[in-house]
């Protein structure tokens, strides 16, 4: 009892009422001004709990209830209490065997011993001996620590049920079991763990039936996925078995390792099985028959136990249970003496039954409603596909039968072509609406860009893209799904209901983009449109401004459409990461072929669907039907685990949304792709993506294969290279594309990390294949691809080249600007941050992070590493400045007209605001013995005022330059707030808080990092280590200690925030940190509600289709 609950308690609150008529609303203080005080209260309440329970509410107190109980005289209720030390329980007994199981383990429990509270009324003694069925259960919700076990049966004369005993033990082992029955029934239950029959718990099997309920429930959540082997775990329950062994060893063999776990815990037992089947038992047949299936009666009791208040002390769960028995008591004698009934209702066992199969028949409706709807919306996805379909063959019939016969898709011939019967073909005979909108579709999914239905009348419709700013509402619909709810818009939208426009853009996906008058009506409206994510019954929806409206449709993704033959990357789903081809284009997808990845050794079935579905790190292999022994479906096309593979390739359907077009591929799936020899690859093999390892750049010699004529590249852009003939400059393919070397020339191998390549010189030519060796003396030779190598710098030492290391460039190619110059890396987040190096070479060449082609400048490190000697990496421009001037060198040297080439290439830059960057040092004089360490080299800066001795403490944390303009979330002074780095005029750096309008500048001290924690699934940002700076979303995380909930590692991944219109762009890199190295991001309202799409899919596997 809490003040609290004292001062609302009914009988409080009658009390105060009578004491004082005159108040409406009488409280404690009307009774007196010194109760308004709640610990003056609890002073009254601790001094009648002592008097009344001198000996507290646990096992002290019930043992002096018990005495009080025996000293008066009154009806007795607690008949029994027993202590047992664990090691007496465990050997004292002779009626158990050690070899038998148990169901809970005696050591390490938290009482010293095992306790035993008996309960029972004087008067259903009587009904115990008269009982013809009973029923027992044990529950753990009442009281905590302890369990609550109660024999309960019916009476069928008054249609009540009866709680016979109760008990309260601390243990549920076989052994304390078997203490709980001899003290109950002494005659009755001794001879359970006897064997003077023919074998030990053979008078189980004689009396004993499982609950088919808690059967049903076990085999749900047993694991068990196969629903074949379910039906044969259910038909265990019956009254004969025709096939008992071969049933048992099905489910062994069959049920993976859920199934030989309950099949295993079930014979282990040594009774269940015998509970399960009457013919396994020795209860007579016309009582296994008439008694009951269901424990279903004592279930009722402890929900009415539970209903008198829960959780509670020892001593109260007791007098609360004495309450109940006797007023059941009492009900039942009255109803037995005067016919009157507990409730009006008839409680005959045909009302029962008769009740038990309509709640039955209700909840399988329901399940079947839900089934039935979500046939009725994948009928509408087929209906949608088959529709394209039939317009797709339509279209290819005008073709020359001769073009692509042999070419023709494979794919899931028999299915597709049942589909495409199903939708009207575009016919003369056809409506007018339905010849349009399945043009509409095809053009829609397959050649534009942003895809859009706009209604102008009933029966026309156009396909534009809007020009102005409309007022727009934005629909978030489940994955995949956005197509068909703007199917059902256009198809089904009235007048009334105020829409003007639908339409999906590709770089929005999960997004439906609505111009409409929204109102009530249409909000109720597309709530019943199948695939809308609805809450409580609505829509979610939210408006976007005109300016956001015109942002948004400027920033439409010039990707080219999904066509057949188009390389794409995976982004989401089971398979993210890998590069395919597409083979078949639908509305609201793609069929995409890959390369698989497949162990062919047997593994364990995983319990957990997570990892299930993601994929483990195997090398991609084409597919051997023979190696798997997988099913023939087709001419070249197989079924293994679920999964079909075509030509030795996995055909997978993609929904637009897990997909975009790939930039590039790696060399080892484009072989594999080439090795499959399937029929569309001769189509689209040529014009494959850049392959990864292949590295292009400016200025360099090349061949056209195919025509043999020479070139310089001109262009280095995304889709190919722009090649500057004797005839003119002209576009080439990556595949028509080889690089010109000379024997003799030092060259690095592009592949694998930067510190890792592997540099050597050209020794001969074998084929199209180049090989080189690391020095003169060295007989490690290394045969790779032209494409693979650039021109590189030789070392001072090691094997002298018989051509100039610039021989294959030639005379016209631009002078190299700034080489030899004294730069300084500022690249944000990279190891060589504040790193002096020298210009080798610069160069215009692609970068993912832009999508043009950028100036880039090659430095070599200007100290020398023995373990890394003549390291040299590429930076774009901006990420360089002279070391003298801290300025960009544009700026500190101008280019010179020998130098007019890369002038145009130069990005712009506010040269004041490049200035004020510069920090000259301080000039420190600092004496130091002549067996010191030598100091760090001065003309290697560093941000970080630990290099300066008059600085002995390290920068914090929320002064780092790289966090300079991020918002995060962060404690001070107790309290947490949003806060940022912001850099001041003079160069200095200060934390400030940013969720106020006043920017108070925080003391750096009293600034504590929000670690995030397991309930904290949302962004965060990198505050410490190499990755610093970065934003990053949670996917899973993992526990170090089980002990301490701080100590996790997290799994996240790098994202690049485009809030308030946009959801976050997540990028490929997956990076696992701990928490220690993040805080919580500053996230917005309007950022949050966008990426609750993107929160899901990180956290859960998309669909596949």
Request: hydrophobic residues 35%; proline residues 6%; aromatic residues 8%.
């Amino acid at each position: 009892m809490t003040p609290r609950r004292f001062c609302r308690h009914p009988a409080v609150v009658n009390r105060v009422k009578q004491l004082c008529p005159d108040e409406e609303e009488p409280t404690l203080t009307h009774v007196h001004p010194s109760l308004a005080n709640l610990d003056h209260i609890a002073s009254y309440i601790h001094t009648e709990i002592k008097v009344c329970l001198p000996n507290g509410t646990g096992w002290d107190g019930v043992q002096h209830m018990k005495s009080k109980q025996d000293e008066e005289g009154s009806t007795p209720y607690i008949r029994e209490m027993k202590e047992i030390s664990w090691q007496r329980l465990k050997y004292g007994g002779d009626h158990i065997d050690d070899s038998e199981d148990e169901d809970g383990s005696l050591e390490g429990l938290d009482d010293d011993c095992f306790k035993l509270i008996v309960c029972m009324l004087p008067q259903r003694s009587e009904d115990f001996l008269k009982a013809k069925y009973i029923q027992s259960d044990i529950s753990f919700k009442c009281i905590p620590g302890w369990k609550e076990f109660e024999l309960v049966s019916v009476d069928h004369e008054t249609s009540q049920v009866v709680v016979l005993c109760r008990a309260f033990m601390n243990s549920q082992s076989a052994r304390a079991h078997q203490v709980l029955f001899v003290t109950i029934r002494p005659k009755a239950w001794a001879s359970i763990f006897k064997t003077s029959l023919e074998r030990p718990y053979e008078h189980i099997h004689r009396l004993y039936r499982v609950c088919t309920a808690h059967i049903t429930r076990g085999i749900t959540s047993s694991g068990v996925q196969d629903y074949a082997v379910k039906d044969k775990m259910h038909s265990l329950v019956c009254i004969r078995h025709p096939n008992w062994d071969e049933t048992l060893a099905y489910i062994e063999r069959e049920g993976g390792v859920s199934g030989r776990n309950w099949l295993f815990n079930k014979i282990h037992s040594k009774f269940a099985m015998q509970g399960m089947c009457w013919e396994r038992s020795f209860v007579p047949l016309n009582i296994w028959q008439a008694g009951d299936a269901t424990t279903n009666a004592v279930e009722m009791s402890h929900i009415d136990i539970y209903r008198e208040g829960m959780p509670c002390s020892l001593i109260g769960g007791i007098s609360r249970a004495r309450y109940y028995d006797k007023m059941r008591l009492q009900t039942h004698r009255v109803s037995q003496k005067t016919g009157v009934k507990a409730a009006y209702r008839p409680t005959t066992t045909v009302v029962s039954v008769v009740r038990k199969y309509k709640r039955t028949v209700i909840q399988r409706t329901r399940k079947f409603n839900v089934a039935d709807k979500h046939i009725i919306e994948q009928n509408e996805r087929l209906h949608l596909e088959a529709g394209v379909e039939a317009v797709q063959d339509v279209e290819s019939s005008s073709e020359s039968e001769d073009s692509f016969i042999v070419e023709e898709e494979y794919s899931d011939d028999a299915a597709e072509s049942e589909a495409a019967n199903l939708s009207p073909v575009p016919s003369t005979h056809v409506p007018k609406e339905d010849q349009a909108w399945n043009g509409l579709l095809v053009r829609a999914k397959v050649h534009a860009r942003v895809r859009e239905t706009t209604l102008v009348d009933e029966e026309s419709y156009d396909f534009r893209l809007f020009d102005d700013a409309p007022e727009l509402w934005v629909l978030s619909c489940m994955p995949g799904w956005e197509d068909i709810v703007v199917f059902h818009i256009g198809r089904n939208a009235r007048s009334e209901h105020g829409i003007k426009a639908a339409f999906i853009m590709p770089h929005l996906g999960k997004q439906v983009w609505l111009e409409a008058e929204m109102s009530s009506a249409l909000k109720a409206w597309l709530v019943d449109i199948p695939g809308m994510a609805r809450r409580n019954q609505q829509v979610q929806l939210h408006t976007v401004s005109p300016d956001m409206s015109l942002r948004a449709l400027w920033s439409a993704s010039s990707s080219p459409p999904m066509v057949n033959g188009a390389w794409v990357k995976v982004h989401h789903g089971r398979f993210k990461g890998e590069v395919g081809m597409v083979a078949k284009v639908y509305p609201w997808g793609c069929k995409v072929l890959l390369v698989p990845k497949l162990d062919p050794s047997p593994r364990e079935e995983s319990k957990n669907k997570r990892r299930r579905l993601q994929n483990s790190d195997l090398a991609p292999k084409l597919f051997d039907h023979a190696t798997f022994n997988a099913s023939i479906i087709g001419e070249s096309r197989y079924r293994f685990q679920g999964l079909v593979y075509e030509h030795d390739l996995l055909a997978r359907r993609l929904s637009f949304s897990q997909i975009a077009i790939a930039s590039e591929i790696s060399n080892q799936i484009f072989t594999l792709f080439g090795l499959s020899r399937h029929p569309q690859l001769r189509r689209h093999l040529q014009g494959h993506p850049r392959i990864s390892e292949w590295c292009f750049q400016v200025g360099e010699k090349v061949t056209q294969v195919g025509m043999g004529r020479a070139g310089i590249i001109h262009t280095v852009g995304k889709d190919g290279l722009e090649v500057q003939f004797a005839e003119g400059v002209f576009p080439v393919r990556w595949a028509d594309i080889r690089k010109e070397f000379e024997v003799g020339q030092y060259v690095q191998i592009t592949e694998g990390a930067p510190a890792e390549r592997w540099c050597g010189w050209i020794h001969a030519f074998e084929g199209s294949l180049l090989q080189l060796i690391s020095g003169s003396n060295s007989r490690e030779i290394q045969s790779v691809h032209p494409n693979t190598v650039i021109a590189d710098s030789p070392p001072h030492s090691g094997m002298s080249s018989t051509s100039s290391t610039q021989s294959s460039i030639p005379a016209s190619t631009p002078v190299i600007p700034w080489k030899g110059t004294r730069v300084l890396v500022i690249a944000q987040g990279h190891p060589w941050r504040t790193k002096t190096a020298d210009v080798m070479d610069v160069n215009i060449m692609t970068d993912p992070r832009y999508p043009e082609p950028i100036l880039q400048i090659l430095v070599q490190l200007a100290h020398y590493d023995a373990n890394a000697p003549f390291l040299s990496r590429w930076f774009p421009y901006l990420d360089i400045i002279e070391a003298d001037s801290w300025l960009p060198l544009n700026e500190a040297q101008p280019l010179s007209d020998a130098h007019s080439f890369f002038r145009t290439w130069v990005p712009h830059t506010n040269i004041l605001q490049e200035k004020g960057r510069r920090i000259p040092p301080e000039p420190i004089v600092v004496e130091e013995p002549g067996n010191a360490t030598p100091r760090p080299d001065p003309t290697e800066r560093c941000f970080s005022p630990a290099w300066d001795p008059s600085s002995p403490d390290p920068i914090h944390w929320c002064l780092d330059p790289q966090l300079i303009g991020m918002r995060f979330r962060v404690q001070y002074n107790g309290r947490q707030i949003a806060a940022s780095v912001r850099c001041e005029k003079d160069g200095k750096m200060n934390c400030i808080r940013v969720d106020t309008p006043l920017k108070e500048v925080l003391d750096p001290t009293r600034v504590l990092p929000i670690h995030p924690k397991a309930r904290h699934y949302d962004m965060f940002l990198v505050i410490s280590g190499e990755h610093r700076g970065k934003w990053v979303r949670s996917i899973q995380f993992t526990k170090r200690s089980p002990s301490d909930s701080t100590d996790l590692d997290w799994n996240v991944a790098v994202v690049i925030p485009r809030a308030p219109f946009l959801e976050d762009e997540v990028t490929d890199d997956r990076i696992v940190l701990h928490s220690s190295m993040m805080t919580l991001a500053a996230e917005t309202d309007d950022s949050k509600r966008l990426n609750l799409n993107v929160k899901k899919w990180l956290r859960q596997p998309a669909w596949d289709y």
